[in-house]
Nanobody, 128 residues
Framework: QVHLVGSGGGSVQAGGSLSLSCAAS????????MAWFRQAPGREREGVAAIYSGGVSIAYDDSVKGRFTISRDNAKNTMYLRMNLLKPEDTAMYYC?????????????????????WGQGTQVTVSS
């Protein structure tokens, strides 16, 4: 049984930094996508960043490129999101996600529908 546990959210002023963690159990990352999504009130869930097969490929939404870094510690089976230069528009509930079907091609990493498992969400609030 797969479990994803997200943690690390909090409140910070604009320009500050936060790090999120997603501890996975029962999930084998080889050949599979994992990702971070976020959802602000009144808005659809959107993809923030994704990592394939422990780091073979990495992708970011344009809105976070150069500010956020996704990574994995394969030994700990944990995914991270380092968020720098945070902006008020980054305020949202952040979710980690994992896709159970192996394979790189034929899917878009930012389609929430391709992911089978989700963490419980961790709130990030950025004040101006």
């Amino acid at each position: 049984q797969v479990h994803l546990v997200g943690s690390g959210g909090g409140s910070v002023q604009a320009g500050g930094s936060l790090s999120l963690s997603c501890a996975a159990s029962g999930f084998y990352y080889t050949g599979k996508w994992m990702a971070w999504f976020r959802q602000a009130p009144g808005r659809e869930r959107e993809g923030v960043a994704a990592i394939y097969s422990g780091g073979v490929s990495i992708a970011y939404d344009d809105s976070v490129k150069g500010r956020f870094t996704i990574s994995r510690d394969n030994a700990k089976n944990t995914m991270y999101l380092r968020m720098n230069l945070l902006k008020p528009e980054d305020t949202a509930m952040y979710y980690c996600a994992a896709r159970d079907t192996p394979g790189y091609n034929g899917v878009r990493w930012d389609w929430s529908s391709i992911y089978d498992y989700w963490g419980q969400g961790t709130q990030v609030t950025v004040s101006s």
